[in-house]
């Protein structure tokens, strides 16, 4: 029988390398379609978690679905690579791009995953690679090594790069929702990869002419949001200057219906993702000879914002004749976004560090993250949202979850020292509001 076939009427097995924010949801979404599914990660405690059918992800399709595909026998998870590549006929690849410390690509995991799988090429598979890298990446890195098998592609495997888009925790957007781009190594490579993704997702598959082209809409994606991020902290910053409501603008802008997406300025960029995929592509582009000029401009501006922020709290402090050394912050939000509790490179990070070297003194709060450690420091999440702020000068929203938006402005001031301030980064609270309790009303892009 065909790999076709097989992905046709689902007696194809797959196998999933990394079980992290993007493996997870992908065995789920494979087992849903009817697929044999079987895992495998590194990190035993994952492993465990998948195999008793518990959810560490914050993704409402895998929470609603895991366990009772678990329960069926139709995943199961390894650290084992061995136990789970042989028998497979799909293998996905979905383990960690970070940046190193020099801020360059880390491939490491990448090029460890080809050379393990280069082991197990036995009969034909279909290899996709999702994890996120700069053009060039499955051609000129993983083709080699997966061929130091003595296997070809194209011919003896299939292969494949087919990015991650998933946008977890965001319950509009599962990821079958989400359209798939697909780009093979040569056209069966393509049949079978949007064979495959046509079979797990709701959504359509885009196939493209190569895995180069999928790698650069990827960075293309990423870098889009990057810059236009850095737009709108820039433009924030000139007109909290100019006096001028900027979100108001960009709301108002919202309203063209062609040639504007709005985006919104906030304390930083952070996640996984947005913050690290365009310096892939900076690399590349040096390797090249070529200096990505606006991804550095943008790094700049979105780096300065945290500081920015705390100036202009420091200087709100001042005028009401409060020392900052002797001031008590409460900070809201230390994931980078709402409703999770990922921390990786999240702005409140940033703010915890200057907050510090200012000599603030400090209280947080994430209904999501119990405790964080920077700088040298820890900090416990306060047992309320109100108990936070007890005898504090100011609070600061740096996280827009919902639950922020909750509380009676009254509420917050009756906790606080007098005259306090309100530092809405997210811009969840309204001026009036604010202003009506008492607060003195700082907020990104808002005079
Ligand atoms: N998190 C997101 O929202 C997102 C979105 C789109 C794309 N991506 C990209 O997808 C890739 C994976 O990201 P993630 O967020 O799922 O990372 P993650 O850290 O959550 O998960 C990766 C997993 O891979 C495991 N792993 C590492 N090396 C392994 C190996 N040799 N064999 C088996 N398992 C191994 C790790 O233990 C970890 O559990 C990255 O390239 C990332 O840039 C992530």
Redesign the pocket.
């Given at each position: 029988m065909t790999l076709e076939q097989k992905i046709a009427d689902r007696t194809a097995s797959v196998c999933i390398?990394?079980?992290?924010?993007?493996?997870l949801p992908l065995a789920v979404a494979s087992a849903e379609a009817g697929f044999s599914v079987v895992g495998?990660?590194?990190?035993k405690g994952?492993v465990d978690m998948v195999n008793k059918g518990v959810c560490y992800?914050e993704d409402p399709y895998v929470k609603e679905h895991l366990s009772t595909l678990v329960s069926a026998g139709k995943i199961r998870a390894t650290a084992k690579?061995s136990e789970a590549l042989p028998s497979a006929d799909v293998v996905i690849v979905?383990?960690?791009?970070p940046l190193d410390a020099r801020e360059n690509p880390d491939l490491s995991?990448l090029r460890?995953?080809a050379r393990?799988i280069a082991q197990h090429l036995t009969d034909y598979k279909l290899i996709i690679v999702?994890?996120?890298?700069f053009p060039g990446t499955t051609e000129e890195l993983i083709r080699p090594i997966l061929e130091r098998s003595g296997k070809k592609a194209g011919e003896d495997f299939a292969l494949v790069y087919s990015?991650?888009?998933?946008?977890?925790g965001n319950s509009q957007f599962g990821m079958t929702k989400i359209p798939k781009v697909v780009g093979g190594l040569n056209t069966e490579s393509t049949k079978l990869g949007a064979a495959f993704y046509s079979a797990i997702l709701l959504a359509r598959v885009v196939s493209v002419s190569g895995p180069s082209v999928a790698e650069a809409t990827k960075m293309l994606e990423n870098v889009f949001r990057y810059v236009n991020i850095a737009l709108v902290n820039e433009l924030a910053e000139l007109h909290e200057e100019l006096g001028v409501d900027f979100i108001e603008a960009i709301d108002a802008a919202a309203t063209k219906p062609f040639g504007f997406m709005a985006h919104y300025p906030g304390p930083g960029v952070g996640?996984?993702?947005i913050p690290?995929?365009p310096f892939y592509l900076v690399y590349k582009a040096k390797k090249a000879g070529f200096n990505l000029r606006l991804v550095q401009a943008s790094k700049a501006v979105n780096k300065e914002m945290p500081a920015h922020l705390v100036e202009r709290l420091s200087k709100s402090l001042r005028e009401k004749k409060k020392t900052p050394r002797k001031s008590k912050v409460v900070l809201w939000g230390l994931a980078y976004k709402d409703e999770v509790k990922d921390t990786r490179r999240s702005p409140s990070l940033d703010l915890l560090k200057l907050f510090k070297k200012t000599g603030f003194k400090v209280q947080v709060y994430d209904p999501y993250v119990p405790k964080i450690s920077v700088g040298g420091s820890s900090y416990e999440s306060a047992s309320s949202m109100l108990d936070s702020l007890d005898g504090a000068d100011a609070l600061v929203i740096a996280t827009n979850h919902k639950i922020f938006a909750k509380p009676e402005m009254s509420e917050l001031k009756a906790r606080m020292n007098t005259d306090p301030i309100l530092f809405d980064t997210r811009n969840l609270r309204a001026r009036k509001e604010a202003e009506d309790a008492g607060f003195t009303y700082l907020a990104t892009g808002r005079p």
């Open positions: 390398i990394g079980l992290g924010y993007v493996g495998v990660d590194l990190d994952k992800v690579h979905c383990v960690p791009t995991y460890t995953t393990i999702e994890s996120t890298s990015p991650e888009r998933i946008d977890y996640g996984h993702c690290k995929d």
